[in-house]
T-cell receptor
Framework: EAGVAQSPRYKIIEKRQSVAFWCNPI?????LYWYQQILGQGPKLLIQ????????DSQLPKDRFSAERLKGVDSTLKIQPAKLEDSAVYLC???????????FGPGTRLLVL | AQSVTQLDSQVPVFEEAPVELRCNYS??????LFWYVQYPNQGLQLLLK??????LVKGINGFEAEFNKSQTSFHLRKPSVHISDTAEYFC?????????????FGKGTKLSVKP
């Protein structure tokens, strides 16, 4: 079974630029999560999708972050414009109808200069 | 609101020695509990989880954890560690009530196994 795929693996941008990350969940997983992991901290949930609908985006900074999951499969997370404090690893995870076990992708490491 | 406290940010240990990584949680409702491991430049991998039933949970790679409701703890243990266990370990909690399975993570414990 293929795991959660993410791209790119690394990205370096300057502040005020925009950036987008892509995630392909495990086939058949209805629930998709985006997490932000700042250096030295645990992952923090940004947004959760159930199929193509948003379940929870309470911690998403909506003035600069956006996410979509068209057709209920792949998802993209965008930051526009980026700030220095957005430097982090962005993790995508997916789960089946049973939400207890989330499977994580390798993450995208973002550095904002 | 839920929270997770991992009491040690770093734990150095010699190979073949036992190890315990401590985790305490705070929640006003019943919870699910998880331990994930993160190897360098990789995503998180589930080690084990407690949903209900026996309070002693066995996971992959020889790890186990014990749920203690009275002490609100879920400490991770391994009787004999290997060099390959060097990684960062995250404890996480998810409430049963309806947060759709959202995980709240601790800040992580870096386990460093020395030869």
């Amino acid at each position: 079974e293929a795991g959660v795929a993410q791209s790119p693996r690394y990205k370096i941008i300057e502040k005020r630029q925009s950036v987008a990350f892509w995630c392909n969940p495990i086939s058949g997983h209805a629930t998709l999560y985006w997490y932000q992991q700042i250096l030295g901290q645990g992952p923090k949930l940004l947004i959760q999708f159930q199929n193509n609908g948003v379940v929870d985006d309470s911690q998403l900074p909506k003035d600069r972050f956006s996410a979509e999951r068209l057709k209920g499969v792949d998802s993209t997370l965008k930051i526009q414009p980026a700030k220095l404090e957005d430097s982090a690893v962005y993790l995508c995870a997916s789960s089946s109808e049973s939400p207890e076990t989330q499977y994580f992708g390798p993450g995208t490491r973002l550095l904002v200069l | 609101a839920q929270s997770v406290t991992q009491l040690d940010s770093q734990v150095p240990v010699f190979e073949e020695a036992p190890v315990e990584l401590r985790c305490n949680y705070s929640s006003s409702v019943s919870v699910y509990l998880f331990w994930y491991v993160q190897y360098p430049n990789q995503g998180l991998q589930l080690l084990l989880k407690y949903l209900s039933g026996s309070t002693l949970v066995k996971g992959i790679n020889g790890f186990e954890a014990e749920f203690n409701k009275s002490q609100t703890s879920f400490h991770l243990r391994k009787p004999s560690v290997h060099i390959s266990d060097t990684a960062e370990y995250f404890c996480a909690v998810s409430d049963l009530g309806g947060s759709q399975g959202n995980l709240i993570f601790g800040k992580g414990t870096k386990l460093s196994v020395k030869p």
